[in-house]
């Protein structure tokens, strides 16, 4: 079996191509920009002119593969945002010896069925949860002081129409949890059948003995509407006299800060992968009440650094509800507060959920992402098509 990956951007550091190489089973990475990890490829980050292009160079090389098994799409991050996308300039030997192609929400997929030698398999990774742009919509609608945009009318029809392809045409759709494989049943409960629950994985770890400050929030991510911060701050202001701090880490508009700040509220912006690991180790519980994601990278992060979770559904990481953490309803400000009161006020309870927080993290470590990935594709060739395996 041979795989051939279709990837704009350089999401997850490429993991997905590198476990497939690693398997013996990648025919092709196609993306717009990316280099093998060689001499070359070093030298050159280190010759840019700028700090940016230098990170840039860096976060598209990809280590492990080799050259010949990469092939540049410049125009690949910009076809997703053009009507019915364009062909992918996959080669006909590639065409020829493909088996399956695993696309980043069906990015290169049209047209790919007429192309693709009969028999062979195309499966979606589903990122995020089919709903955003509706989700991210009401939010606007219901925040305007935040100054977000919401989506227009003519980015809303092309992705419903992109979502509805993608759903129609794949033999398989990977989603990283279970709130992913809900939503896409929303669409229509037919969907549900392709759908195979591939978790993501974490590869941070941190030392067993950490200095927690006691009632320190943390939240961490590009501060957007979809990831709930405005739900963060309503449970903020109901905490004002308790003695809370809440810590915001990740970029923030000038609108944003403004609705954020208060005397209990620490805006940090940006930070290096070194403070981060620093405010993990320093924060008492992590909060992410978002409204639509795949699944957040922040909450399996957090738990390896054994912080106890306020989450809701659709922060896309599953853990048993009172264990590593506390699910919330979507919107509910009220409710933060009151978890985070839980956790907080009892400190045999918030040690207990820190070591099961630990543990539940161990489970999506990248090597079992990877093996899970891999039985995954197996499956996909092989006919599988279900949760169950059943063929």
Not at 224 to 251: E, H, I, S
Not at 267 to 294: I, Q, T, W
Not at 330 to 358: K, N, P, Q, Y
Request: charged fraction near 25%; proline fraction near 5%.
């Amino acid at each position: 079996m041979k795989v051939t990956v279709l990837q704009p951007g350089a999401r997850h550091a490429y993991l997905q191509s590198r476990f497939l190489y690693r398997a013996g089973l990648l025919q092709r990475l196609y993306t717009d920009f990316a280099i093998a990890d060689h001499a070359g490829a070093r030298l050159l980050a280190r010759l840019a002119p700028t700090a940016a292009l230098r990170a840039k160079i860096r976060r598209r090389t990809v280590a492990e593969i080799p050259q010949r098994l990469i092939r540049q799409y410049p125009d690949a991050a910009r076809q997703n945002r053009t009507g019915r996308p364009a062909d992918w300039p996959i080669s006909s030997k590639d065409l020829a010896q493909s088996d399956l192609y695993f696309t980043q929400y069906y990015s290169g997929g049209h047209g790919l069925r007429e192309r693709a030698r009969p028999g062979a398999k195309i499966v979606a990774d589903v990122f995020t949860v089919p709903s955003t742009h509706r989700i991210v919509n009401a939010e606007c609608e219901r925040f305007p002081e935040w100054g977000e945009r919401p989506w227009d009318d003519a980015l809303n029809q092309q992705y419903e129409s992109f979502t509805h392809d993608m759903l129609e045409d794949c033999d398989a759709l990977f989603c990283p949890a279970q709130s992913v494989i809900e939503d896409i049943a929303s669409h229509g409960e037919k969907y549900r059948a392709k759908c195979m629950l591939v978790p993501y994985g974490s590869s941070l770890t941190f030392p067993a003995k950490v200095h927690p400050e006691s009632r320190r929030v943390l939240f961490a991510g590009t501060i957007t509407l979809r990831k709930g911060p405005q739900y963060v701050k309503m449970a903020a202001d109901l905490l004002a006299d308790a003695g809370y701090t809440f810590v915001f880490a990740g970029n923030v508009s000038e609108a944003a800060a403004n609705q954020l700040a208060g005397d209990n509220v620490e805006l940090l912006g940006h930070v290096s992968k070194e403070r981060m690991a620093a405010e993990y180790a320093r924060a008492d519980v992590f909060v992410l009440p978002s409204l639509a994601e795949g699944s957040a990278g922040v909450v399996l992060e957090a738990m390896s650094a054994g912080l106890p979770v306020v989450a809701t559904r659709n922060a896309g990481v599953d853990f048993t509800d009172g264990e590593a953490g506390i699910y919330v309803p979507e919107c509910d400000g009220e409710a933060i507060a009151h978890a985070l009161e839980t956790i907080c006020g009892d400190r045999d309870r918030r040690e207990s959920m820190s070591r099961a927080a630990r543990l539940r993290a161990g489970a999506y470590d990248h090597s079992r992402w990877e093996e899970c990935f891999v039985s995954s594709i197996r499956r996909v060739h092989e006919g599988a098509r279900d949760l169950s395996g059943e063929k």
